[in-house]
């Protein structure tokens, strides 16, 4: 029932910024937390960062605390990760998430994001 559609990927090279985008549709009614995972060649995917709809907290994985900022504007329905001083071990696929306090989750389809020189 809720759409999340990510943008903003790309190739950048080592201490370069990107900003990722997602926009949700749908019935996104009482949704408990929204935020960012990733997945790199090799790896299992893992959470970078998200927030509580109800407080506002925010969380961030260790390897990018004070690098990335999560933010939102609610009147577009839209989540953002600011992504600062781009390191090649953040070279992942990275996925908008959201879900309910039932448990059940949505996800979108991802966009890549490439750290090289």
Known sequence: QVQLVESGGGLVQPGGSLRLSCVMS???SNLYAIGWFRQAPGKEREGVSCFSVSDTNT???DSVKGRFTISRDSAKFMVFLQMNNLKPEDTAV???HADRKSGYEYWGQGT???VSS
């Open 26 to 28: 749908g019935f996104t």
């Open 59 to 61: 969380y961030y994985s």
């Open 94 to 96: 990275y996925y908008c």
């Open 112 to 114: 890549q994001v490439t």
